[in-house]
C-alpha cells in the first residue's frame, strides 16, 4: 500500500506564489508517475501537471508558464510551485502516485484558495 500526504495550500492574494508539496510513503515501485489534480466546487477533478521518473513533465494549458512540477531528491516527493495565481485556479489541490496510465493512490487534498 502506498500512502500519499500533500501540505502547503493556503489563502494567497491574485498573483501571489504558492508551494505544495507531496510525499508518498509505503511500497514504492520505481517506475512511478506523481502528479498534482485540483477539483474546484461543482466542477470535476482535472490534471494540473504530472511527472514521470525520468522528469518528464506534463501540464495542463491552463497553468503553463506559471506552475512548475518538480521531483525532490527523494523520488518518493513532488513539488508543485504555482506563480501568478488568478482566482479561478481556487480549488482542493490532490497529489496522485500512478504506477500504471491512470493515478492508482490518492492523498486527502490541500485547499488553495486565491482572493481577488
Known amino acids: 500500500q502506498v500512502r500519499v500526504v500533500e501540505s502547503g495550500g493556503g489563502l494567497v492574494q491574485a498573483g501571489g506564489s504558492l508551494r505544495l508539496s507531496c510525499v508518498a510513503s509505503g511500497i514504492i515501485f520505481s517506475n512511478n508517475v506523481m502528479g498534482w489534480y485540483r477539483q474546484a466546487p461543482g466542477k470535476q477533478r482535472e490534471l494540473v501537471a504530472t511527472i514521470t521518473i525520468r522528469g518528464s513533465t506534463n501540464y495542463a494549458d491552463s497553468v503553463k508558464g506559471r506552475f512548475t512540477i518538480s521531483r525532490g531528491n527523494a523520488e518518493n516527493t513532488v513539488y508543485l510551485q504555482m506563480n501568478s495565481l488568478k482566482p479561478e485556479d481556487t480549488a482542493v489541490y490532490y497529489c496522485?502516485?500512478?504506477?500504471?496510465?491512470?493515478?492508482?493512490?490518492w492523498g486527502q487534498g490541500t485547499q488553495v484558495t486565491v482572493s481577488s
Open positions: 496522485a502516485y500512478s504506477v500504471t496510465t491512470k493515478p492508482n493512490y
